[in-house]
């Protein structure tokens, strides 16, 4: 999702859309191929790490284990190590809510938030007020609904081939998954918190004949948390690129595939 640009309203954001003209692959080089040598290097690399993989988890922790105090997470890994703490409890709408009131449970917040911000439901009209209801805090939820359905509008809607229920055409199916990879609490109190979740994600639109086909897309979203009614809900929300990887070597999957994978496959709620 983007906060600024031609696609949405510059302060709430939209699905990372590729509007029908464009780019399918967002400006990134193209990739040429691979010569023979290179890919039997590629394979004979990941051998080794493979095997240095299963080396690594068949060791013997028992000195490792022993030095560090029972139950504290490993220093090195203390950033990205899940805290173990229960995710949220319960779910209003079918978002996570009731999460725990400490810096985790922020962190565990804005993980699941950025999911449903970068949803497909937040395309269509009667979904969204659920979403701003349940997200966001009381006094931001008039201006922020005004915003989205002015971001959201039915010439957008169009452009994307949705109709103005936010719904695909018969044969397509419109993709906008989000996956956070990882959380950090840039500031926190018991009132407030700015959570930064690093996410990927696939969007786009999967049939046969489509001019927005799904495409994969890196990105930051920065919330600001409030703590309201025994809950962390978000006060604002921002977005920036990357960080984003070198590309691997996948072959594309087809529209149909993609569009299985979707139907199929379930999410998940976030703990930090």
Same mark, same amino acid.
């Given at each position: 999702?983007s906060?600024?640009?031609?696609?949405?309203? &510059?302060d709430?954001?939209?699905?990372?859309?590729?509007?029908?003209?464009?780019?399918?692959?967002g400006?990134?080089p193209?990739r040429?191929?691979?010569?023979?040598?290179r890919?039997l290097?590629?394979?004979?690399g990941?051998?080794v790490?493979l095997i240095?993989?299963i080396? @690594?988890?068949?060791?013997?922790?028992?000195?490792?284990?022993?030095?560090?105090?029972?139950?504290?997470?490993?220093?090195?890994?203390? &950033?990205t190590?899940?805290?173990?703490? %229960?995710?949220?409890?319960?779910k209003?709408?079918?978002? &996570?809510?009731?999460?725990?009131?400490?810096?985790?449970?922020?962190?565990?917040a804005?993980?699941?938030y950025?999911v449903?911000?970068v949803?497909?439901?937040?395309?269509?009209?009667?979904?969204r007020?659920?979403i701003v209801?349940?997200?966001f805090?009381?006094?931001?939820?008039?201006?922020?609904t !005004?915003?989205? !359905?002015?971001?959201?509008s039915?010439?957008f809607?169009?452009?994307?081939g949705?109709?103005q229920?936010?719904?695909?055409? %018969?044969?397509?199916?419109?993709?906008?998954?989000?996956?956070p990879l990882?959380?950090k609490?840039?500031?926190?109190s018991?009132?407030?918190?700015?959570?930064?979740?690093?996410?990927?994600g696939? @969007?786009?639109?999967?049939g046969?004949?489509?001019?927005?086909p799904?495409?994969? !897309?890196? @990105?930051?979203?920065t919330? #600001?948390?409030?703590?309201?009614?025994?809950?962390?809900k978000?006060?604002? @929300?921002? #977005?920036?690129?990357?960080p984003?990887?070198?590309?691997?070597?996948?072959k594309?999957?087809?529209?149909?595939q993609?569009a299985k994978?979707?139907?199929?496959y379930?999410?998940?709620?976030?703990?930090?």
């Amino acid at each position: 999702m983007s906060t600024s640009g031609e696609h949405g309203y &510059p302060d709430t954001g939209h699905t990372r859309t590729h509007l029908p003209g464009g780019d399918p692959y967002g400006g990134a080089p193209r990739r040429t191929p691979r010569s023979s040598s290179r890919s039997l290097i590629t394979v004979v690399g990941v051998v080794v790490l493979l095997i240095a993989a299963i080396a @690594f988890a068949n060791r013997d922790n028992s000195s490792s284990t022993a030095e560090s105090p029972k139950g504290a997470p490993h220093q090195n890994g203390a &950033p990205t190590a899940a805290s173990g703490e %229960a995710p949220a409890t319960t779910k209003q709408n079918g978002i &996570p809510t009731n999460f725990p009131h400490t810096k985790q449970g922020a962190e565990s917040a804005a993980a699941n938030y950025a999911v449903t911000l970068v949803s497909a439901d937040i395309l269509k009209p009667a979904r969204r007020s659920e979403i701003v209801r349940t997200v966001f805090v009381a006094d931001q939820q008039a201006a922020l609904t !005004d915003k989205f !359905d002015k971001a959201y509008s039915k010439q957008f809607l169009s452009n994307i081939g949705l109709d103005q229920n936010g719904n695909s055409a %018969a044969g397509h199916t419109y993709v906008s998954r989000t996956a956070p990879l990882g959380t950090k609490a840039t500031s926190y109190s018991a009132s407030a918190a700015t959570v930064e979740v690093w996410c990927t994600g696939v @969007f786009g639109t999967a049939g046969e004949d489509s001019t927005n086909p799904v495409t994969t !897309d890196w @990105f930051t979203l920065t919330l #600001q948390l409030r703590w309201e009614n025994d809950d962390w809900k978000a006060a604002s @929300f921002s #977005q920036k690129d990357g960080p984003t990887p070198i590309p691997g070597d996948g072959k594309a999957s087809s529209a149909d595939q993609m569009a299985k994978a979707v139907e199929e496959y379930g999410g998940f709620s976030y703990a930090r």
